[in-house]
């Protein structure tokens, strides 16, 4: 560990593990402030996509910095064997995956999340980046429970007309152009987000088979339904929403400014049949 990180921050407990390193709870007696510190050991990194990663990250982390939603970037420690990374504190355990484990949220939960993380896709779009691997386990909530877009390892930059290739991405949030093969635009987003408005409405992705094989089947088919027991109580407003966001047509398929500006991100969830009721 470098000395310069160990003389400006306080390594405290152990609050995540990944494929190439740990994240600690640091402290800072200059700031009095809890932050976190992402350390990577490079010599876990066995090829040269992961090394391309590594070096993305940050640098990405740092032209988006600024925006309420994305995981803030605050000091960056690199070392032969470590790259050590200074950011937000999230706590252990509250991403969006643990929250959707416990089952289907209330459509204004549901659209006060949405609106969170598609204006933080927005503004990266509007920067020329698209993240490719948005994913419940990538959205962590900090301590005032504002939401944090992370993991940024997978995004790349695009310019005007510019699609970008590759197959990144995960299984059940992977939009079907990037499974084809093809080139694609930012739009891979748009999808992987409306996949991830469908499960906090239902408790379920809306594609998914017994293997990834048959999952990817499953995506590059986009048959989108609404199974009645799982969206009885589910407005009309909201499965629109879905329809223009799951869309396998990317022409057709809503911008993040384009969702941002739908009726029922617009109204928080609260639709008028809701509103009846009160």
Not at 161 to 170: L, P, S
Request: proline content about 6%.
């Amino acid at each position: 560990m470098t000395e310069s990180l160990k003389s400006e921050y306080q390594l405290c407990e152990e609050i995540g593990r990944g494929r190439f390193g740990i994240v600690y709870r640091c402290f800072s007696p200059i700031t009095g402030e809890s932050y976190a510190c992402k350390s990577i050991d490079k010599t876990l990194l066995l090829d040269s996509t992961d090394r391309n990663c590594l070096e993305k990250e940050p640098k990405i982390l740092q032209f988006l910095s600024g925006h309420p939603n994305i995981l803030r970037l605050f000091k960056i420690f690199d070392d032969d064997n470590y790259l050590h990374l200074i950011t937000d504190l999230c706590p252990s355990g509250d991403d969006l995956f643990k929250r959707v484990s416990r089952g289907p949220l209330n459509e204004p939960e549901a659209a006060a999340i949405l609106k969170q993380l598609v204006s933080a896709m927005s503004f990266c779009h509007h920067m020329g980046i698209a993240h490719r691997d948005i994913k419940p386990d990538n959205i962590l909530f900090d301590e005032r429970g504002k939401l944090k877009l992370a993991d940024f390892g997978s995004a790349e930059w695009f310019g005007v007309n510019n699609n970008m290739e590759g197959i990144v991405g995960t299984p059940y949030y992977v939009a079907p152009e990037v499974l084809r093969g093809r080139e694609y635009n930012e739009k891979v987003d748009v999808w992987s987000a409306g996949v991830i408005l469908y499960i906090m409405l239902s408790g379920v992705p809306p594609f998914f088979g017994e293997t990834p094989t048959q999952t990817f089947e499953a995506v590059l088919r986009g048959n989108l339904r609404f199974p009645p027991k799982l969206f009885r109580s589910v407005s009309p407003e909201a499965k629109d929403l879905l329809r223009k966001m799951i869309c396998k047509d990317v022409c057709r398929r809503f911008s993040a400014d384009q969702v941002l500006r739908h009726p029922w991100v617009i109204s928080g969830g609260e639709t008028r049949s809701m509103a009846d009721m009160t």
